[in-house]
Every structure is written in C-alpha cells, then in structure tokens.
C-alpha cells in the first residue's frame, strides 16, 4: 500500500520505501510505476531506505494541470523532505534527467547516479519534436498507436515494436502512454 506525499501544488505522489539506512530515491523513465524498479529496490533495500514514486500521470499519482518541469521537480523535492531533507538519487532514462534537472535547480541530493538520460543532441532539432505524431495519436484517442510511435522514437526497429506490441505487458504500456509527452518535453 502506497504512502503519499503532497507536492507543491497540491498533487498526491504516491510512493513506498523499503529498508533502513541512508535514503535513496529511485526514479524510472518511460512506461514505469513506483513497482517497476523493485528488483533494485529490494537490493538496495538491505543496505539504505530505498525510496520509488509513481511520478506525474502514473500509477497512483494524478496528472494535474498542463505538464511542466518544475512540477515533476517540486515532486522530487516533496519526496526528499519526506526522506528527512536530503536523499541520494538514482535515476533511469528519462528519470535519469529528472534527477539531474533537480540537483540543478537545487533540491537537496547528496549523491547522484544516473543510467542513459536521453538527452537530445541534435543541433537541428534541439527542442523536442513530435514529428511522427505522438501527440496527435493520444488526441485521436489512440494510446496504442502513441506507445507504438514512441518507441519507435526511441530508436526501435519495426520487428522490436511488433514483439513488444504482442507481448503481454503491452497494454501496462498503453495504458501509461498519455505520459509520454511529458518524456519528450523532459528530453
């Protein structure tokens, strides 16, 4: 069962911790829940307080108002006040800009690990683009068609999409898809 903190504009983060120790705040990317990283949780959990939110539009956190930085930056920051004012962070992918994005505007981490934050590097398209329709597609009321189209954004052939897209996750991922814009806007 979840606990929940209150962020600076009033919205529920859902999150649990596990284990005892120094904190650690555990943050997924793309297509992932508070339970999606527990394989490192519980193994981090033997050594410190292992802490994993549900961020914006996830699991059992609501999405509220227009998507921006600074909100999912002020969740963070939310979480590390409950995990007595300062935590180390780890973070994944998208969470792995999150984490960095918040050191920087100055939320208190002590120590910070991050995995493939998916930086653009483009310098002829250096905001990010919803050139292949992402957007368009969650409009439409195609959740699907979204997940499908970020994956192929992310650089996946069509073979890999076909597998995922009869894999029996795929609709855990559909379901997560209207969230996908705010990875590109963090990207």
């Known amino acids: 069962m979840p606990e929940f903190v209150r962020s600076a504009d009033g919205t529920r983060i859902a999150y649990d911790s596990l284990g005892s120790g120094d904190p650690v705040i555990v943050i997924g990317g793309a297509f992932n829940t508070r339970s999606s990283p527990y394989p490192l949780v519980t193994l ?45 962070v780890y973070g994944h992918s998208s969470g792995a800009i999150l984490a960095i994005e918040a050191a920087a505007a100055g939320v208190h981490i002590t120590r910070l690990a991050v995995y493939e934050p998916p930086y653009t590097a483009d310098p002829e398209h250096p905001a990010p683009a919803d050139d292949l329709g992402l957007q368009a597609a969650l409009d439409a009321g195609d959740p699907a068609a979204a997940a499908a189209l970020f994956l192929r954004i992310t650089g996946m052939d069509d073979a890999a999409v076909r597998s995922i897209t009869s894999a029996p996750f795929w609709p855990g ?3 997560l898809a209207p969230t996908l814009p705010h990875e590109l806007a963090l990207t």
């Open 44 to 88: 981090l959990a033997e050594h410190v307080t292992a802490y994993t939110f549900d961020r914006r539009g996830k699991g059992e956190s609501p999405e509220s108002g227009p998507y921006a930085v600074e909100r999912e930056i002020e969740d963070l920051a939310a979480l590390v006040a409950v995990a007595g004012g300062a935590a180390g």
């Open 173 to 175: 991922l559909v379901h």
